[in-house]
Structures are given as structure tokens and as C-alpha cells.
């Protein structure tokens, strides 16, 4: 079955940086594209950034555009969300997410925290 399993949340300070990782299996990883979410206390969640299969178009949400960069190595089924120069406004529940054979599928997020 499809899994997506994200890692390397934690507690930051403002200006720090900050590598997530999604881990997926269960299906041809490289044949989908894939997208970072994130979802504050209190507000919807929104895309961060997405990717496509081979990783040559890339789209990011203004809010991150120069300081986010999303990657994936399809070889080690994963993808990554590189995040610098990071803010209070960052804190949040990142989720990996892909569509696979037309059904959504999400990981169980990761926690962003951004606090001196």
C-alpha cells in the first residue's frame, strides 16, 4: 500500500535551518509528482512546494519563494524540503503528498517549529 512517511521536524530558532524528508513506497515513486503542505494551528493547509517527476518544474508558494528549495532523489525513493532562513510564520505540520491512481494520499506530517 501507498506510505509516505515524513522526518527531520523540530525546534528552530528564527534564521535557522531545517531539512524535511518524505519517504515513500508502494508505489513507482518516480513516476509521480509530489508536493510539500503545511497546516498551522487555527489555519488551513496550504502548499508549500511541488515538484514534478524528474524534478525539472518546481512551483513554490510566495511565502517561502528564495528560501524554501524542494528535491527528490528517485533512486532512494524520497523527496526533501530544504528550508533557510526560517521564520515564526514557518511553525506548522509539514505533509508530504501525492496523487496515486487518482486517490490522494498524505503522510502523517511532521512538526515545524520556528521559537528563540
Known amino acids: 500500500q501507498v506510505q509516505l512517511v515524513e522526518s527531520g521536524g523540530g525546534l528552530v530558532q528564527p534564521g535557522g535551518s531545517l531539512t524535511l524528508s518524505c519517504l515513500a513506497s508502494?508505489?513507482?515513486?518516480?513516476?509521480?509528482?509530489m508536493s510539500w503542505y503545511r497546516q498551522a494551528p487555527g489555519k488551513e493547509r496550504e502548499l508549500v512546494a511541488s515538484?514534478?517527476?524528474?524534478?525539472?518544474?518546481?512551483n513554490y508558494a510566495d511565502s517561502v519563494k528564495g528560501r524554501f528549495t524542494i528535491s527528490r532523489d528517485n533512486a532512494k525513493n524520497t523527496m526533501y524540503l530544504q528550508m533557510n532562513s526560517l521564520k515564526p510564520d514557518d511553525t506548522a505540520m509539514y505533509y508530504c503528498?501525492?496523487?496515486?491512481?487518482?486517490?490522494?494520499?498524505w503522510g502523517q506530517g511532521t512538526q515545524v517549529t520556528v521559537s528563540s
Open positions: 508502494g508505489f513507482t515513486f518516480s513516476a509521480y509528482p
Open positions: 515538484i514534478t517527476t524528474t524534478g525539472g518544474r518546481l
Open positions: 503528498q501525492s496523487v496515486v491512481g487518482l486517490q490522494n494520499y
